[in-house]
């Protein structure tokens, strides 16, 4: 198992493509502490319905609020003694054309995004400079390609893989690997959307040459199991587009 031993932290791991991520951190044989905003019973449900006897805990956090970021942190070793793995997945937006985007579009987005993953790196490193652990942040599409309606999300997710290339560099000397998933996934919000709205749906899918969109455990997550993997030891500062080659740089 790849990441036997391993102590990860997964935020909006509840849910979704962070889910995935955790069940298949799990498989691996990782030790997981789950963030999200669910109710911590709900959460606990969460992680026994989960873990099945593996080891992993729930903690109901906010992102956004920077004095979490270290509670978070404490957490994760009081559960399992050390940190080696960083996954900021959760980030929350909403869509609107440029002129009709709010300051709270933006402070929503930047708030649980961009802020959130940079406070969370800040206050992880230490922990991950003892273990030589890595992080993993999420890009997107939306910031790559400059997609319509998406301008705070697109915007947080570009200031994402700015500060993760620029600590790349200054953390590689404590050993610490930065590298981004940029993942095109068929969570159960986008099930919920396509429901409403087959036709638009139909066009997402074919714009992807692969024809479908990736499921989150089993198309998502072994790219991030991968990249934080001894497997990944000599990689960096990358952004992996897991998106079934809707965008292509070959």
């Known amino acids: 198992m790849r990441l036997e031993n391993k102590v990860a932290i997964v ?3 509840a849910g979704g493509i962070g889910q995935g991520i955790v ?6 044989g990782a030790k997981v502490l789950v963030v999200d905003v669910i109710p911590q019973a709900d959460g606990d449900t969460l992680i026994a319905e989960l873990a099945t006897g593996r080891g992993a805990a729930y903690l109901q956090k906010d992102i956004s609020v920077e004095a979490n970021a270290a509670a978070i942190i404490a957490k994760a070793l009081e559960h399992f003694g050390k940190l080696d793995v960083l996954v900021n997945n959760a980030h929350a937006s909403k869509q609107a054309p440029i002129m009709d985007t709010t300051q ?6 930047f708030g649980t995004g961009m802020y959130a993953t940079y406070n969370l790196m800040r206050a992880a490193h230490p922990e991950l400079k003892k273990t030589q652990g890595s992080i993993v942040n999420f890009a997107s599409g939306a910031g790559i390609k400059g997609l319509p309606n998406q301008v705070t999300y697109a915007a947080a997710k570009e200031a994402i893989r700015a500060i993760s290339r620029v600590a790349a560099h200054e953390w590689a000397a404590d050993g610490i690997r930065v590298n981004l998933v940029s993942p095109v996934a068929l969570t159960p919000g986008i099930q919920q959307w396509a429901a409403a709205y087959p036709a638009e749906y139909q066009k997402v899918v074919d714009g992807v040459p692969l024809g479908r969109l990736g499921d989150p455990k089993d ?3 072994p790219v991030v199991a991968f990249l934080a993997s001894d497997d990944a030891r000599y990689l960096t500062g990358q952004t992996l587009m897991t998106d079934g080659g ?3 740089s070959a």
């Open 104 to 109: 709270e579009m933006w402070d929503l987005s």
């Open 246 to 248: 809707s965008t292509m």
């Open 11 to 13: 935020t909006g791991g």
């Open 219 to 221: 198309d998502i997550a």
């Open 23 to 28: 069940k298949k951190f799990l498989d691996e």
